[in-house]
């Protein structure tokens, strides 16, 4: 098909297309989908499937240690500068996206 468009552009026939505009569609079309793919980033994609794995680990262990600081609160065995602490961490870890691009929009990254 490349061929018979080429054929045409070179014999300069009425309506066909010339030599450069048919160069540059060529090189466009073959350009486009390489500008696609290269919008992401191997080191993006990893890093949010860490992240993903990462919360996906977390959340039984904050439900399990949320419910143990619980039982311990009542028991009067815990101080609550620990529970503080707990539920501090579990804010951070679980809210890093958001502090993470809080961050960046501070220093306009």
Do not use: D, Y
């Not at 890093?47 to 028991?75: C, R």
């Amino acid at each position: 098909m490349l061929q018979r468009i080429a054929r045409i552009a070179a014999h300069g026939r009425p309506g066909a297309l010339a030599p450069g505009v048919l160069l540059g569609t060529m090189v466009l079309s073959l350009a486009l989908p390489q500008l696609a793919l290269a919008q992401t980033s191997p080191f993006l994609t990893g890093a949010t499937a860490l992240e993903s794995n990462i919360l996906a680990w977390l959340t039984p262990i904050a439900i399990i240690l949320v419910m143990v600081l619980g039982g311990m609160a009542m028991a009067n065995r815990i101080s609550w500068g620990w529970c503080i602490g707990a539920i501090l961490g579990i804010a951070i870890a679980f809210g890093a996206p958001q502090i993470v691009a809080w961050v960046r929009g501070m220093f306009g990254v």
